[in-house]
């Protein structure tokens, strides 16, 4: 946990970042990713040596800490991601070992969509009857572990870190789990903690927690794009609900919504000021938690996530975020002219 200096000095709130990246795998998924094959090996689907493989569709976090703990235990990690899935991810899963697949993207009622893709594919060897090795799909989607895990240990560590004492979390969804589990966490230890989802732009979930429905304005007849998130921002943002986001959903009280312009030169303003470099959604994060601070009561403590590096997302948000001036405002990242603090209460 890393107190991000200037933006607490610039909001007159205390901002603090939990450095998910600094897990081995370099992701808030190593959690879940151990979590999701301890889980298997005790129902006994993997068995290390036997030649199981672990199938997953992920745009690359999950993935990844799939690769590396397979790697380390004894299984094998078949990852499914979008053919435009980041050079330098797909380049780590296979330098991690990993099989990669690479699909076409396309909606999730497409069986040849990443994640069906994934599925099929443990099915397909789960019942191979030449092989004594078996398939597994991790599903972190829809897998009840992924939360739970959130709720066992990222919870527990924040509160523990905060000296029990924090006003807000902020987090995106990507599966959900993350926001899930660390928000009944801490509104089981202190329901006044307040939890705010952070969303990119063009996902349904901020009008999802604001009005009750999973939409966005680029889902307009005419006007959808190819993606079915349009953003530049990799692993949050969504415009299904899934099972981990469902888990979590009571505990969200607002959500903030930011643009790709504003997460990119928020990644430079970190990245000048504190040292921290960041992945987008972290970015998105650090956005969120401004905003929030500007509304809050002077001194809140807000808590972030740091989910990623920037080492992450070198050639594609980085390849923006580096044209933006080293010396940019806050009131820059945030287009206003000024800095002004509107406490709600
Ligand atoms: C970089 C990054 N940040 C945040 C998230 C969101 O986490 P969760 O899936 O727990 O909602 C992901 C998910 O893949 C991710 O890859």
């Given at each position: 946990m890393v107190k991000i200096r200037s933006l607490s000095k610039l909001t007159g709130c205390e901002i603090y970042a939990?450095?998910?990246?600094?897990?081995p795998g370099g992701s808030a998924k190593d959690r879940t990713a151990l979590a999701i094959i301890r889980k298997f090996e005790k129902e006994g689907k993997l068995v290390p040596g036997r030649g199981d493989v672990v199938f997953e569709g992920t745009s690359g976090s999950t993935g990844i800490s799939f690769a590396m703990l397979c790697n380390a235990l004894g299984y094998t990690a078949h990852i499914c991601v979008q053919s435009d899935t980041s050079a330098e991810k797909i380049a780590l899963l296979e330098s991690y070992g990993a099989d990669v697949e690479k699909v076409k993207p396309a909606s999730i009622v497409d069986p040849e969509q990443y994640v069906n893709a994934a599925r099929a594919g443990a099915e397909q060897l789960a019942s191979d009857?030449?092989?004594e090795a078996n398939g597994v799909f991790a599903d972190q989607f829809e897998n009840d572990v992924n939360w739970r895990i959130h709720y066992e240990t990222t919870g527990p560590e924040i509160w523990e870190q905060m000296n029990h004492d924090l006003d807000y979390f902020i987090s995106g969804s990507g599966t959900g789990g993350t926001i899930a589990g660390i928000a009944r966490y801490l509104k089981d230890q202190d329901p006044n903690v307040t939890i705010v989802l952070a969303d990119p732009q063009g996902s349904g979930m901020f009008n999802r927690v604001k009005h009750g429905v999973m939409y966005d304005?680029?889902?307009k007849e005419g006007t959808?794009?190819?993606?079915?998130v349009d953003t530049i921002v990799e692993g949050i943002g969504l415009n299904r609900v899934t099972h981990n986001f469902l888990e979590g959903e009571e505990c969200i009280d607002d959500s903030e919504r930011v643009t790709d312009e504003q997460a990119i030169k928020m990644a430079r303003f970190l990245s000048s000021n504190e040292g921290l470099f960041v992945g987008a959604s972290s970015s998105i994060n650090a956005v969120a938690a401004t905003r929030t601070a500007l509304k809050a009561k002077k001194g809140s403590k807000i808590v972030i996530i740091g989910?990623?590096?920037g080492a992450r997302h070198l050639s594609k948000f980085w390849k923006e975020a580096?044209?933006?001036?080293?010396?940019?405002?806050l009131e820059e990242v945030l287009g206003t002219s000024v800095l002004q603090r509107k406490p709600v209460n």
């Open positions: 939990k450095l998910e990246l600094s897990n009857k030449t092989t304005s680029v889902e959808r794009r190819r993606h079915q989910c990623d590096s580096v044209k933006v001036d080293r010396r940019v405002t």
